[in-house]
């Protein structure tokens, strides 16, 4: 009975893994010419998944119900909603993609496969309810990303790109591990379960701290916070742009559910020890991911700085270590996908006559007028990024800060908002780039209907009419965000 | 009205309009623009008439809850009806102003306008602290790009300026509604409006809403921003961002400051004072030695501005009423002086005062003109700008006689720089071939200036029309603030001695 009712709960994983094993083997005898094909039997298994979850996120499963696997796997409404939101990512990732990979004759069949893949890590990680699904899921999703960073491989920008990842990455494993030993040494156990038990009986070890800031810091490699974010803007830059799209968004709603429920869930009961690291890479993430991406030329470059910077914010949600905050990162995060895929699929669009990928300032000068509706769409963005109201990335600046004022935490509120007018600068950079320069007229390229598609469903999502979905949005939030148990 | 959401339709009407003209060209743009701006100015006269002064405090409200964490209410008393009043009235001229003077991107740029309309009518009528906030930061977005799109030369960087600058003020007073709407557990403002903030919590929060507003005022030492972005904007750009934006920080203050937090307002009604008084002089010392056209009005309302917070501050009611009177004058008389620049200047295309020079000759009608608004601006009897003037001075005399004297020279020196520049402009020699050529006012001139200068006489003549709305307003707070106001300087001893005397010692105190 146990078996049958777990293999019930990871139901949507055993989707993915059965269709990346089938696709794998259609790709491996077909070759790449079925690659469009099998892109699309991927959205499909993708599709198939969120079908399969969103009833449960509704519903906001909960309780032991939804413990798989004698407590290795929760298949809560938490983990839920963060599953939406990779497995829509993911397929977002997978619709730009192709015609990108097409014109540098380099799309092959094993992309799909690989993004299918990488999705499944992914929701193994958020579902994780202990150390050691953490880290398979964790190391499926890498190795995946790994691939897919050098997937260019004659471009040396692009293995670069992936060595880089490779390495770092590897390093951050290696702390992870190292911390999740620790952990597992100073408190007999490796369930968040039993974490929780042994952390909650007394005063919290030296040895289980080391263990926990070590946890931490393996965590803030995968999300990019400072001081862990050196790798994003080389490999944000280097990897071809459908894969920092995918890189930007669905690994960075796993990581941060991840660190989420890793913080709650094993240390709830001792929210004082990482709520100071989790303030600090906060603000540090918020102020570097700003100051750095200023001077910056190439947009992908940009937008990963963009990225840590948006980071920091989710981690105030995260310090608040409330209900309240966890649903505002849950909030921060879904308005936070929208955007990045959104400027992502703005960005594919850029392309010159030839066909060729344009991704510096120089050449998206002026875009106004030769491309109103674009440029449009960015500028929607691009404020909605740096939170200006009345777009939807103000509405999740308002709710990180109103769990944050909420939990007392006003200097934090404070200091955050107000570095977040650093940010601010190099956003209207983009619209002063784009709307009051000289033309440059280098935009020219036939525009993909897919992206435009893409680009118009953000911008909607992020224009003030999304304002009408927030009802629904914090809802959702609060119910995943109550399935996790909170301590104190 | 019935159950008419009139305020919404206000809303929505240059919204529509603003969508309507982003995809059109540039002749259907600017009759969109004008029909959508004057079907707004008609909804404000229905919506003044139906008024009911002496009724209920909040009126023609609406609520909806549309979205999580606030609500979409709306509503409105005598203090935001004046100045959805001034943003209709102002706003039909801004399009006209930009008629001839903008080619390029005309669709765009009347876009930005009616989106500007929506946000400012949003901010005076929102009942609701965050939706508040929305309007007025959103704000940003359509002003950043008219100064950066059509406005001077160094438009960039006055754009970025006035972004950064003002933002930077407004996100520590986010926190502060926050803070507010957590302590209170409500974010409708006239629930909060009668909420009592623990003292102590009082004084951090008017210092966070204080950086927001002495911003978008804005106040001495954090002018520097305007004379910026009033130079490069376009004229109508100039015209909306004296007439209404500046009035937002006014506007907060007597919406926000005074009546949430009236023991920190007491407390640092020295701060306020201090300023404004440096800010009259101050700049009413820069602007004499201005050699730009725009840059002397700018700072011109800087001065204003400063006569507006101290008679904010003055915690009385002629302090407050002077002071709304001196949003609604300085909103029609400096919109007006910058449309009287941009007439010259669409015809010369330099706001150099040393390049024009007895005009009066060729442009009689203009001089006239420009010299009714000169003397509005200085205050002269009769016109709106005397009316606010003594008003505010009357009640800054009566909390402090010191701060009432050093504003008061202020008139003078605005007197001294105003006509100052119209003797520059428009009288003396004829120096400037190309500017003794300039043809005088055209009628599209004409049908902008007169308006505005019949408006300005009528606020000058009987103001009791535009104090009536307000005065029930002006009295609920002035009676909200009497348990923290401060002691007046002036101690005035009730006379023994003959009728005669008993009615001056009665004449100085009121």
Redesign the interface.
């Known amino acids: 009975m146990e078996l049958s009712n777990s293999l019930g709960l990871v139901l949507p994983e055993l989707i993915l893994s059965l269709s990346g094993l089938i696709m794998l083997l259609f790709a491996a005898w077909g070759g790449d010419r079925l690659s469009s094909a099998i892109s699309i039997a991927c959205c499909v298994a993708l599709g198939a998944a969120f079908a399969l979850v969103a009833p449960s996120v509704c519903a906001g499963a909960s309780g032991p119900d939804t413990i798989a696997f004698f407590g290795q796997f929760r298949a809560d409404a938490y983990a839920g909603m963060a599953k939406l939101m990779i497995y829509a990512a993911s397929g977002a990732a997978l619709i730009v993609a192709p015609r990108y990979f097409d014109r540098l004759g380099e799309m092959r069949a094993e992309y799909p496969v690989l993004v299918l893949f990488a999705a499944l890590g992914m929701s193994i990680m958020v579902s994780a309810s202990d150390l050691l699904t953490l880290y398979i899921g964790l190391e499926l999703n890498s190795l995946s990303a790994y691939v897919l960073a050098s997937f260019l491989r004659t471009n040396e920008k692009s293995a670069e790109a992936g060595l880089k990842y490779f390495v770092l990455g590897a390093l951050a494993s290696g702390i992870l591990l190292f911390g999740m030993s620790l952990t597992y040494g100073f408190t007999g156990g490796t369930s968040f379960a039993a974490i929780q038990a042994a952390a909650a009986a007394g005063e919290m070890s030296t040895g289980m701290l080391f263990g926990l800031i070590f946890v931490l810091a393996g965590l803030a490699f995968k999300i990019s916070a400072v001081p862990f974010h050196m790798w994003t803007p080389d490999v944000y830059e280097g990897a071809p742009t459908p894969v920092t799209a995918f890189f930007a968004s669905a690994p960075k709603v796993a990581a941060v559910a991840l660190l989420g429920r890793v913080a709650v869930e094993a240390f709830g009961s001792q929210a004082d020890a990482w709520r100071q690291v989790v303030i600090f890479a906060a603000l540090a993430s918020i102020v570097v991911g700003a100051l750095g991406a200023i001077g910056q030329q190439n947009l992908k470059r940009l937008l990963a700085y963009s990225s840590i910077n948006n980071v920091g914010f989710l981690l105030i949600g995260l310090a608040a270590a409330t209900q309240a905050g966890l649903a505002a990162m849950l909030v921060y995060l879904a308005i936070y996908v929208v955007m990045t895929v959104g400027s992502f699929a703005a960005l594919l669009l850029l392309r010159d006559a030839e066909g060729n990928q344009l991704e510096t300032f120089a050449d998206i000068a002026g875009l106004s007028t030769t491309r109103p509706a674009l440029a449009w769409c960015l500028l929607l963005i691009m404020f909605s990024l740096a939170g200006i109201p009345p777009l939807m990335g103000f509405w999740g600046k308002l709710v990180v800060f109103w769990a944050a004022v909420e939990a007392d935490l006003l200097a934090l509120a404070v200091l955050g908002m107000a570095a977040s007018v650093i940010g601010a600068f190099y956003y209207l950079k983009f619209v002063k780039v784009m709307f009051f320069d000289e033309a440059a007229d280098r935009v020219t390229g036939e525009a993909d209907k897919a992206n435009w598609v893409l680009l118009a469903i953000c911008a909607v999502l992020i224009s003030p009419i999304g304002y009408l979905l927030t009802g629904w949005l914090v809802s959702i939030a609060n119910t995943a965000a109550g399935s996790l148990p909170l301590a104190g | 009205m019935g159950g008419f959401p009139i305020l919404s339709a206000m809303l929505l009407v240059p919204l529509v309009g603003a969508i309507a003209c ?1 995809f059109s060209e540039a002749k259907t743009a600017r009759v969109i623009a004008l029909i959508a701006t004057l079907v707004d100015l008609a909804l404000g006269i229905v919506l003044w008439m139906n008024f009911d002064v002496g009724g209920a405090q909040w009126q023609f409200t609406e609520r909806a ?5 606030f609500d979409y209410a709306l509503g409105i008393d005598g203090i935001a009806l004046m100045l959805i009043m001034l943003s209709v009235f102002l706003m039909p001229v801004c399009i006209g102003a930009s008629w001839d003077s903008i080619t390029k ?1 005309v669709g ?1 740029y009347m876009s930005a306008f009616l989106l500007m309309e929506v946000l400012m009518i949003g901010v005076f009528a929102a009942q609701d602290i ?1 939706l508040f ?3 007025f ?2 704000g ?2 359509p002003m ?2 008219i100064i ?2 059509w406005g001077g030369d160094n ?2 960087y006055a ?2 300026k006035f ?2 600058y003002t ?2 003020g407004s ?2 007073m ?2 502060a509604m ?2 507010m ?2 302590e209170a557990g409500t974010s409708s403002v006239p629930a909060l409006m009668v909420y009592d903030f623990p003292p102590e919590a009082q004084t951090w929060l008017w210092l966070a809403f204080f950086a927001s507003f002495a911003v978008k005022m804005p106040m001495w030492p954090v002018h520097t921003w305007l004379p910026d972005a009033h130079v490069q904007a376009p004229t109508a750009g100039s015209v909306i961002l004296a007439g209404v934006l500046l009035k937002l920080g006014g506007y907060g203050m007597i919406r926000f400051s005074l009546p949430m937090f009236p023991e920190a307002s007491a407390q640092f009604m020295w701060l306020v004072l201090g300023l404004s008084m440096v800010a009259v002089v101050v700049t009413s010392l820069i602007a004499l030695v201005q050699r730009d056209m725009k840059k002397l009005i700018a700072y011109s309302s800087v001065a204003h501005m400063g006569i507006v917070t101290a008679g904010l501050f003055a915690f009385n009611t002629q302090g407050l009423e002077g002071a709304m009177v001196m949003m609604l004058s300085h909103g029609l008389v400096s919109g007006a002086l910058f449309l009287c620049v941009g007439v010259i200047y669409d015809r010369l295309h330099t706001r150099e005062i040393s390049r024009y020079g007895g005009i009066a000759i060729n442009m009689p009608a203009y001089a006239a003109v420009f010299l009714f608004f000169t003397m509005a601006s200085i205050g002269l009897p009769g016109t709106s700008g005397f009316v606010a003037e003594f008003l505010s001075l009357a009640g800054v005399y009566q909390i402090s006689s010191w701060a009432a004297f050093v504003c008061t020279t202020g008139i003078i020196l605005g007197a001294a720089y105003m006509l100052y520049l119209y003797r520059r402009v428009a009288f003396g020699p004829q120096v400037n071939a190309d500017a003794a050529a300039m043809p005088d006012l055209s009628m599209r001139e004409y049908l902008l200036l007169v308006p505005i200068a019949l408006a300005a006489l009528w606020m000058g003549v009987y103001p009791e029309s535009f104090l009536a709305p307000m005065r029930q307003d002006i009295a609920v707070l002035d009676a909200r603030l009497s348990r923290a106001a401060p002691e007046s300087d002036a101690h005035f001893v009730m006379g023994e001695g003959t009728p005669a005397q008993e009615a001056h010692a009665e004449g100085e105190a009121h």
Do not use: D, M
């Open positions: 982003l809850s549309l979205f999580a964490g991107r765009e965050l906030y929305i309007f930061e959103a940003l977005i950043y790009l950066g799109i438009r960039i754009s970025y972004f950064l933002l930077l996100v520590v986010l926190i926050l803070w709407v957590i």
